[in-house]
């Protein structure tokens, strides 16, 4: 169904959604055009090119610090200084921007909320839009929610959550929103609706506009954002320098690049974040047919102390600091379970350490998936952090990774099993579900998980089946053995007490094609949309 707009060259495809004449506003949608005409074709470009940086390091096995921007690895820079909302990030906590999770996060004492418009949020159109809708009363602080009896309203005995925006990905297109004839790029929908109505209020306010950059793979996709920042705040009458961005490095070639990431956009730079499922995912997918050394073990047993990864995060740490930007930790999925003390209580340690080692590493800040686990994080942060905002000052200069180091992962212990092709299997089946229905933050055997979970799964038994593993038990992994476990997964979530099975048929069919097909698919989530509306 088509809406009307006065905006020159811009259709919109999407139903009517509950205000979201506030956001699809003739100026707004004339905005995001101008943005789509000056940038679409380079991100065209940027993506074609990735494929072929991935065939040549699926070829060679390799990837290395590029010799062309030695000179600004090698040069005396900084970032720009945080504004003051952004100085301390002890805690974070991610979420998708539905008005009870929005409400939630900002009262949660948490100092910054992950507002996902990407891998938490099922990109469905009354999705994209009504997430736009409660970004623009959180902002202005008229955010509230009746539902079920209950009322949820912001409260005024705790500091505000500041969010952060996290736009879809460089390689998703949003098909509702047609500028000349073409869909729109997703990211700049996103950012272009956000930034266009709030930029100047949350400049107003002191909390933004501020983005979290999701997928990049180079230095020329932060110089792609850093045009876009300075081209939005041209037109809008924002003063340069007035967006900051946090980087998720989640992609193995953007380990290479951390330090041309941050010099790209060193005037717009809020640091970097250690996205590290997401990462695992990029390695498996970037060295899937490379050979035998880069065939990782169960992912259950891949844990932030496998040596590829503690380079990832010790590089990080080191890069930022000697830049003057954030270094931010990763992400704990546990969602307590009030029903299960004891395996709340196993878990709620298990966060301690992870967040007490990104403490005592020289991270500023970490990630958390439920308010209820904010006060672990926060207390493990506060123990080495005490009155200080940020670590800023611990430049970790003992810290010295090479290319090897960061592809070291022949060495990560761990064994290929019966039971963790099933949990791939049942987690990704699982997930998909939840993310056809309209959820793309899934709470999933007491974690959170968002559709870095469902890659890593996929994307696993992928390159064990086409690398021929044989599982510790005797049994090869083939199209067969998949097959198997998928239908007995299928059945057993048949016949599971109130799981939601309408979607399961699809999901299965879309798990076996990610999972089993000869050519991998790129991002699940882009089959996928297709089946969305």
Same mark, same amino acid.
């Given at each position: 169904?088509?809406?009307?707009?006065?905006?020159?060259?811009?259709?919109?495809?999407?139903?009517?959604?509950?205000?979201?004449?506030?956001?699809?506003?003739?100026?707004?949608?004339?905005?995001?055009?101008?943005?789509?005409?000056?940038?679409?074709?380079?991100?065209?470009?940027?993506?074609?090119?990735?494929?072929?940086? *991935?065939?040549?390091?699926?070829?060679?096995?390799?990837?290395?610090?590029?010799?062309?921007? *030695?000179?600004?690895?090698?040069?005396?820079?900084?970032?720009?200084?945080?504004?003051?909302?952004?100085?301390?990030?002890?805690?974070?906590?991610?979420?998708?921007?539905?008005?009870?999770?929005?409400?939630?996060?900002?009262?949660?004492?948490?100092?910054?909320?992950?507002?996902?418009?990407?891998?938490?949020?099922?990109?469905?159109?009354?999705?994209?839009?009504?997430?736009?809708?409660?970004?623009?009363?959180? #902002?202005?602080?008229?955010?509230?929610?009746?539902?079920?009896?209950?009322?949820?309203? =912001?409260?005024?005995? &705790?500091?505000?959550?500041?969010?952060?925006?996290?736009?879809?990905?460089?390689?998703? /297109?949003?098909?509702?929103?047609?500028?000349?004839?073409?869909?729109?790029?997703?990211?700049?929908?996103?950012?272009?609706?956000?930034?266009?109505?709030?930029?100047?209020?949350?400049?107003?306010?002191?909390?933004?506009?501020?983005?979290?950059?999701?997928?990049?793979?180079?230095?020329?996709?932060?110089?792609?954002?850093?045009?876009?920042? &300075?081209?939005?705040?041209?037109?809008?009458?924002?003063?340069?320098?007035?967006?900051?961005?946090? &980087? =998720?490095?989640?992609? #193995?070639?953007?380990?290479?690049?951390?330090?041309?990431?941050?010099?790209?956009?060193?005037?717009?730079?809020?640091?970097?974040?250690?996205?590290?499922?997401?990462?695992?995912?990029?390695?498996?997918?970037?060295?899937?047919?490379?050979?035998?050394?880069?065939?990782?073990?169960?992912?259950?047993?891949?844990?932030?102390?496998?040596?590829?990864?503690?380079?990832?995060?010790?590089?990080?740490?080191?890069?930022?600091?000697?830049?003057?930007?954030?270094?931010?930790?990763?992400?704990?999925?546990?969602?307590?379970?009030?029903? /299960?003390?004891?395996?709340?209580?196993?878990?709620?340690?298990?966060?301690?350490?992870?967040?007490?080692?990104?403490?005592?590493?020289?991270?500023?800040?970490?990630?958390?998936?439920?308010?209820?686990?904010?006060?672990?994080?926060?207390?493990?942060?506060?123990?080495?952090?005490?009155?200080?905002?940020?670590?800023?000052?611990?430049?970790?200069?003992?810290?010295?990774?090479?290319?090897?180091?960061?592809?070291?992962?022949?060495?990560?212990?761990?064994?290929?099993?019966?039971?963790?092709?099933?949990?791939?299997?049942?987690?990704?089946?699982?997930?998909?579900?939840?993310?056809?229905?309209?959820?793309?933050?899934?709470?999933?055997?007491?974690?959170?998980?968002?559709?870095?979970?469902?890659?890593?799964?996929?994307?696993?038994?992928?390159?064990?089946?086409?690398?021929?593993?044989?599982?510790? /038990?005797?049994?090869?992994?083939?199209?067969?053995?998949? *097959?198997?476990?998928?239908? /007995?997964?299928?059945?057993?979530?048949?016949?599971?007490?109130?799981?939601?099975?309408?979607?399961?048929?699809?999901?299965?069919?879309?798990?076996?094609?990610?999972?089993?097909?000869?050519?991998?698919?790129?991002?699940?989530?882009?089959?996928?949309?297709?089946?969305?509306?």
């Amino acid at each position: 169904m088509s809406q009307s707009t006065p905006a020159q060259g811009v259709e919109v495809l999407g139903a009517p959604v509950e205000r979201g004449e506030e956001i699809l506003t003739p100026e707004a949608l004339d905005f995001v055009a101008r943005l789509q005409r000056a940038f679409g074709s380079r991100r065209d470009e940027l993506l074609a090119r990735r494929q072929q940086r *991935r065939d040549e390091a699926a070829r060679t096995g390799k990837l290395d610090f590029l010799d062309e921007t *030695r000179h600004i690895r090698e040069s005396d820079w900084q970032v720009a200084e945080a504004p003051p909302a952004l100085r301390d990030r002890r805690v974070e906590i991610t979420g998708p921007t539905d008005r009870k999770m929005a409400i939630n996060a900002l009262n949660s004492g948490a100092k910054v909320w992950l507002a996902d418009l990407e891998d938490a949020n099922t990109p469905h159109w009354s999705n994209v839009v009504s997430g736009q809708v409660n970004l623009y009363d959180v #902002i202005r602080k008229q955010v509230e929610l009746h539902s079920n009896g209950k009322q949820y309203k =912001l409260r005024d005995d &705790v500091e505000h959550a500041v969010p952060l925006v996290r736009p879809r990905g460089w390689h998703f /297109d949003e098909r509702h929103i047609l500028v000349d004839g073409r869909p729109a790029v997703g990211a700049l929908v996103d950012f272009g609706l956000y930034f266009f109505h709030n930029a100047q209020e949350g400049l107003r306010r002191g909390t933004g506009p501020f983005f979290y950059l999701p997928k990049m793979e180079s230095h020329l996709e932060a110089r792609l954002w850093n045009d876009v920042f &300075v081209q939005a705040q041209q037109e809008l009458g924002v003063p340069q320098g007035s967006v900051r961005a946090t &980087v =998720l490095i989640e992609t #193995i070639p953007a380990a290479f690049e951390m330090e041309e990431i941050l010099y790209e956009l060193r005037e717009h730079s809020a640091g970097l974040n250690a996205g590290r499922w997401d990462y695992l995912f990029s390695v498996i997918k970037t060295f899937r047919s490379a050979g035998s050394d880069f065939v990782l073990p169960d992912r259950n047993s891949v844990t932030m102390t496998a040596s590829f990864m503690r380079a990832y995060t010790e590089l990080l740490v080191r890069t930022c600091h000697k830049r003057g930007a954030f270094a931010i930790g990763g992400m704990a999925a546990f969602i307590p379970n009030r029903r /299960d003390p004891e395996v709340t209580e196993r878990a709620l340690a298990k966060i301690h350490d992870d967040k007490r080692r990104e403490a005592n590493d020289g991270f500023d800040g970490s990630w958390v998936a439920h308010p209820d686990t904010v006060s672990v994080c926060k207390e493990e942060f506060d123990a080495v952090l005490g009155d200080k905002p940020n670590q800023l000052d611990r430049k970790r200069e003992d810290v010295s990774v090479t290319a090897a180091d960061l592809l070291n992962t022949a060495e990560t212990p761990g064994d290929k099993t019966i039971e963790g092709l099933r949990s791939a299997v049942d987690v990704g089946v699982r997930y998909i579900v939840s993310w056809l229905s309209g959820n793309g933050a899934a709470g999933i055997h007491n974690m959170m998980e968002d559709a870095a979970t469902a890659e890593i799964s996929r994307s696993q038994i992928w390159q064990w089946l086409h690398n021929g593993i044989v599982l510790n /038990d005797g049994q090869r992994v083939t199209k067969d053995l998949v *097959r198997q476990v998928l239908a /007995d997964t299928e059945k057993q979530l048949r016949a599971e007490e109130g799981f939601p099975a309408e979607n399961l048929d699809r999901a299965v069919e879309l798990f076996e094609r990610v999972a089993v097909a000869d050519e991998f698919v790129d991002f699940l989530t882009l089959p996928a949309y297709e089946q969305i509306d």
